[in-house]
């Protein structure tokens, strides 16, 4: 148990990061000040320890993290800088008006995967995967978010470097030079790296070393500059509606709509990846598509509560398992106890919501990389021999890095993406699902995988197709009630197939 919650807490420190970088990005933008900012962050953090308890029940029941999700983020600043909002001269109205948009969009877009999971239309998606079509969607889940990475590291690299460093030190060397603590060095990695390098942040800010700096270094390497222990209250519970009641635009709706869809495909890939590192069987497609079901009663719950962005699988505890090569379903629901406490005990949870952003980037560059190298690692599953196999692969990827690069870099010089019709909802659709890489190049490799030769029985073997074909069900393998079977006798009344 000590050591279960150990591991719990030390989810709970992973996933604080992009639960923090998010509103910390986006409640200024919307008008809020320090003191919205904590309330949001306590409200995503709770939600997220709802979500996080509902899909290890009831679910897929895999240990998974659902948190923040950055594919949210493109629809919600549509949001924040539609023409409705632009007039309002208060910030503090302007904020709590932007809110109720984004909890109306949210909420309706809920409906998509609440839909295509709980009908089993998703399953039927899910059954035509296989591991060379799985691969590149995998594999961009993780390197996809290459951005979040070195690039956030080098905003202070004195802070962020060190931790890369030690973590890499922690995690892979010390175990296999000190034997009798392999087992701590290896599970316990990030609590070790995280409080050194935070009391060296402490130090050089105390010590005066970012007195003559420019404002935009101060805000990444303080500890002091996010105004977090400040704005949050002592004890707080957030609840339904706390905002004012949610109002609802169409157009708000179908762009949140295809982040939803998005958000979707990204967290299939994911849930697949943490299928692997917790050593359970993959995962029989009903039991996916259960748990896109839970996903989406997961961002209803964002949208009624206020949280101002979706909800997904958080790829960086996906790679933390790897790290740890701990995959109980328990850490992960002692972990959202965690999230639940310290986001109604504020002040205390803001402690640790002030560790600097580049801290987390260097956890990101492995725990990313990791869930990358899953995607690579279903390749041994194929024929790598076959030209069919090395066309699909390499085309999906390349695509998948070089159509969201040119959205972006677009978006970047322009102001407004390469789709700028009148329809202003039509824009930030095409916009939001092109954006993504995991997106792009899981879509490209799945329609090219079943529409290249399918039927071809050496086919069949180049993909890979026949090693799932015993987990295509959720009877054909015994081992599927270990794993995904409902807790409390549920299976009787909701059945998997």
Known sequence: WTEAILLGFQHYLVMLGTTVIIPTALVPQMGGNNEDKAVVIQTLLFVAGINTLLQSFF??????????????VLPTISIILAGRYTNEP????????????TQGALIVASALQIIVGFSGLWRNVARYLSPLSAAPLIALVGFGLYELGFPSVAKCVEIGLPELILLVIFAMYLPHTIHRMKSIFDRFAVLFTIPIVWLYAYLLTVGGAYRNVSPKTQFHCRTDRSGLIGGAPWIRVPYPFQWGAPTFDAG???????????????????????SRFASATPLPPSVLSRGIGWQGVGILLDGLFGTGNGSSVSIENAGLLALTRVGSRRVVQISAGFMIFFSIL???GAVFASIPAPIFAALYCVFFAYVGSAGLGFLQFCNLNSFRTKFILGFSVFMGFSVPQYFNEYTSVAGFGPVHTRARWFNDMVNVLFSSKAFVGGIVAYVLDNTLHRHDGAVR?????????KFRSYRTDTRSEEFYSLP????????SV
Do not use: C, Q
């Not at 708000?252 to 943490?274: D, R």
């Not at 073997?461 to 074909?469: A, F, L, Q, S």
């Open 90 to 101: 208060d910030p503090h109205t302007k904020f709590l008006k932007i809110m109720r948009g």
């Open 488 to 495: 409390f006798n549920l299976n009787k009344f909701f059945p």
């Open 59 to 72: 679910g897929t029941r895999l240990p998974a993290v659902i948190g923040g999700s950055y594919t949210f």
């Open 252 to 274: 708000e709706a179908f762009a949140m709509m295809a982040a939803s869809f998005v958000a979707l495909v990204e967290s299939t890939g994911s849930f697949i990846a943490v």
């Open 346 to 348: 504020g002040k205390f």
């Open 461 to 469: 073997k180049d993909r890979g197709y026949h090693w799932w074909d």
